[in-house]
């Protein structure tokens, strides 16, 4: 069956939405609809109601006569979007906690459960492995923020955890990258990580919300997103100062 201008731009948009999260295109990337349709064969319409609607998002930019491009990255949009995470999320939860039923425990138990079945992802890891730990992380959050009552809320965060995912895909890339020829890095920055993943304070979470002790689960979720808040903050940080050293480097040689 052919596909109808709406289902075409619609696997545009989700193609190209899955490549800027997942790093698969660059932070300020040209976006050229010629150049995309020649890789991918979505028709010229598709790719530019793709585009827009991803501008919508802030995962594209557009500007006169430059056409579109992947949305910059930044140090100081990363720790924002840390500050406003804690805020969504925090409410969020401590509303699910208050009108949380029973099959909202049941779905927060089940979801916990496949996270704990995924391994965390280390640094040289196929993309595949990253791609099913978040996936899964994705969905415990999802679940313990279930029973808020503010689609509001709901939206925002998943706003929030795009532009986060395609931070952490950025920083996963780098990371490989900037490791490959130093083991010591390698094991250092694959534990700054790995603490931003670990399994204990996402059970916390579970224990506290199930428990319905809403101040203990806010104090928890404030401390786990500003946990993984600073550890990618610091792993940009120490990427960036890689990459000044090796241009450097090289235009010293």
Not at 36 to 59: I, K, V, Y
Not at 70 to 94: F, H, K, Y
Not at 154 to 183: M, N, P
């Amino acid at each position: 069956m052919d596909e109808t201008p709406q289902s075409s731009s619609e696997a545009a948009y989700e193609r190209l939405r899955q490549l800027i999260l997942e790093g698969g295109l660059e932070p300020g990337e040209p976006l050229r609809a010629s150049t995309l349709a020649a890789s991918f064969g979505f028709g010229l319409t598709p790719l530019r109601e793709a585009l827009t609607r991803l501008q919508s998002e802030h995962l594209v930019t557009a500007s006169f006569n430059r056409g579109f491009k992947v949305v910059d990255s930044s140090a100081e949009e990363l720790a924002d979007l840390g500050r406003v995470r804690t805020m969504i999320e925090t409410q969020m939860l401590c509303e699910a906690i208050e009108h949380g039923d029973q099959d909202w425990e049941v779905a927060l138990v089940a979801a916990h459960h496949q996270l704990s079945r995924t391994p965390i992802p280390g640094l040289g890891d196929p993309q595949e492995r990253y791609q099913d730990w978040y996936r899964q992380h994705k969905a415990f959050h999802e679940a313990l923020t279930a029973a808020s009552r503010s689609p509001w809320l709901a939206r925002f965060s998943v706003q929030i955890f795009a532009q986060l995912r395609r931070y952490q895909s950025k920083i996963q890339i780098e990371s490989t990258g900037a490791s490959t020829q130093d083991s010591g890095l390698r094991a250092e920055l694959d534990a700054m990580a790995r603490s931003a993943m670990a399994l204990e304070g996402h059970t916390n979470l579970m224990d506290a919300a199930l428990a319905r002790d809403a101040e203990t689960a806010a104090r928890l979720m404030r401390e786990h997103v500003q946990l993984s808040s600073h550890v990618y903050c610091k792993l940009q940080d120490v990427l960036t100062g890689l990459a000044s050293e090796n241009a450097l480097g090289n235009a010293a040689q």
